[in-house]
């Protein structure tokens, strides 16, 4: 049987449209709500044909707003849920009006205290491709000739490399590396696409994330797998409505990778091309299946061309060029 892990993440009314259509561009469409607004909607409705409301839905009149979802308690699950976590994260940012409410997550099937080790049972070395062994620094690993051996502790940022989104873009990124890029990673979580593009034959890479944490822990990523400082360039912040950044960033980088969501992705669509050589590659990800050719329609209009496409599960992966 399944084990399953409840995430309740409280809200306002208003917001929650908004939240469940992220909840969607992260894959996850089994939720369910719990809203004061239409409860009441349903007790002043005139026309309603009921003699009788159990004091228990009674009490639902008065109930904070709440979104709960459920992720399967494994290795994918615990991907999700990180996002989740770095979505409401990013929601707290722009929450100076209050809009969204208190934003507050609680667990339930596994202890919050808990979760920074439990995760780690269901995070063993794993190949990806066809060299490259991803392994967690507190595994041994006995490396095989022929292998290219990626350390990584994701922290509390998104990027094991177990994730359908992250796994495809290292795939692609295999092929693409031919060996003294410039690879610009945007969204870079643990900064896990980075350093696999440098034991690809990268000559540098810059990461650049909307969060302190996961710049800081792409950083120290980086140097576990015994690249220093002179291969690596970090940038905090949103380069959507950030030009200071985008000007600091520069370009001609010869691959430019955005593993994030539809939206960021779409509203980045404008923005690639100008930290791109005219020969450079993008490579898209974290994409699902419905949402596919709304984006490539974003990147179409702005100059792209599709060059391959991944599949796996549900979410998609691009790699594209400068039509």
């Known amino acids: 049987m399944d084990n399953f892990i409840q995430a309740d993440i409280y809200t306002s009314s208003e917001a929650i449209d908004g939240i469940t259509y992220r909840l969607s561009d992260l894959g996850i469409d089994g939720f369910s709500v719990r809203d004061s607004a239409d409860f009441k909607d349903f007790l002043a409705d005139k026309n309603a ?82 060299t490259l062994v991803v392994k967690p620094s507190w595994e041994d690993y006995t490396k095989n000739d022929g292998e290219r051996i990626l350390e990584i502790d994701p922290a509390s940022t998104f990027g094991t490399g177990q994730h359908y989104t992250t796994k495809m873009v290292m795939e692609v990124l295999e092929d693409a590396v031919k060996g003294g890029e410039r690879v610009l990673d945007l969204g870079c979580g643990s900064g896990i696409l980075s350093i696999a593009a440098l034991l690809f034959g990268a000559k540098e890479v810059t990461v650049c994330d909307i969060f302190e944490n ?46 994030i969501v539809a939206d960021v992705i779409i509203a980045m669509s404008g923005l690639f ?29 702005n100059g792209f061309e599709v060059m391959h496409k991944k599949q796996e599960d549900g979410w998609c992966c691009a790699e594209l060029k400068i039509s």
């Not at 905090?236 to 990778?257: A, M, T």
């Not at 930290?275 to 209009?301: P, Q, Y």
Request: charged share 30%; net charge negative.
């Open 273 to 301: 091309g100008q930290f791109m050589n005219r020969n450079a590659k993008l490579i898209t990800s974290g994409i699902i299946d419905e949402r596919f050719d709304e984006v490539m329609n974003a990147l179409s209009e």
């Open 214 to 259: 996961a710049v800081k822990t792409a950083s120290e990523n980086i140097e576990k797998n015994h690249f220093d400082k002179s291969r690596y360039t970090a940038f905090c912040g949103n380069i959507i409505d950030n030009e200071s950044l985008r000007s600091d960033i520069g370009g001609g980088y010869d691959i430019v990778c955005a593993n």
């Open 49 to 130: 044909n009921w003699d009788y409301v159990d004091d228990s839905l009674m009490g639902l009149q008065n109930a904070e707003p709440c979104i709960t979802v459920y992720v399967h308690d494994n290795a994918q699950g615990r991907e999700q849920l990180n996002g989740i976590k770095l979505m409401v994260d990013e929601m707290k940012k722009q929450n100076s009006d209050g809009f969204f409410g208190n934003l507050r997550i609680e667990l339930k099937n596994v202890k919050e205290e808990d979760w920074a080790n439990n995760w780690k049972k269901y995070y063993k070395p794993f190949r990806v491709g066809r």
